[in-house]
Nanobody
Framework: QVQLVESGGGLVQPGGSLRLSCAGSGFILDAYAIAWFRQAPGKEREEVSCINSDDGKTYYTDSVKGRFTISRDNAKNTVYLQMSSLKPDDTAVYYC????????????????WGQGTQVTVAS
């Protein structure tokens, strides 16, 4: 059974950091492009970051560039999203998703999804 399981969300103060994890079971994450999406209340789901399978290239939406870092640990079959200098606008449910080998922009282009993890940035 193919599964993605996110963890690491929580409540953090503005300026703080969190590391989200996306663990794969039933398939090898390194063979897929893995993206992190987020959805805040009343807003559309947006792609935050992605990492290719074949060349390891990474992509970030403008609002998180310089603050978030996506990475893989193939030994653990896990993809991470390190988030720093968090802002209240980063509050959302964060999802990881998998598709082919190349990062894609639209959520409907992703085949596998996790259940999501809540990130709340507030004082």
């Amino acid at each position: 059974q193919v599964q993605l399981v996110e963890s690491g969300g929580g409540l953090v103060q503005p300026g703080g950091s969190l590391r989200l994890s996306c663990a794969g079971s039933g398939f090898i994450l390194d063979a897929y492009a893995i993206a992190w999406f987020r959805q805040a209340p009343g807003k559309e789901r947006e792609e935050v970051s992605c990492i290719n399978s074949d060349d390891g290239k990474t992509y970030y939406t403008d609002s998180v560039k310089g603050r978030f870092t996506i990475s893989r640990d193939n030994a653990k079959n896990t993809v991470y999203l390190q988030m720093s200098s968090l802002k209240p606008d980063d509050t959302a449910v964060y999802y990881c998703a998998a598709t082919g080998s190349i990062c894609l922009r639209e959520d409907y282009e992703y085949d596998y999804w996790g259940q999501g993890t809540q990130v709340t940035v507030a004082s």
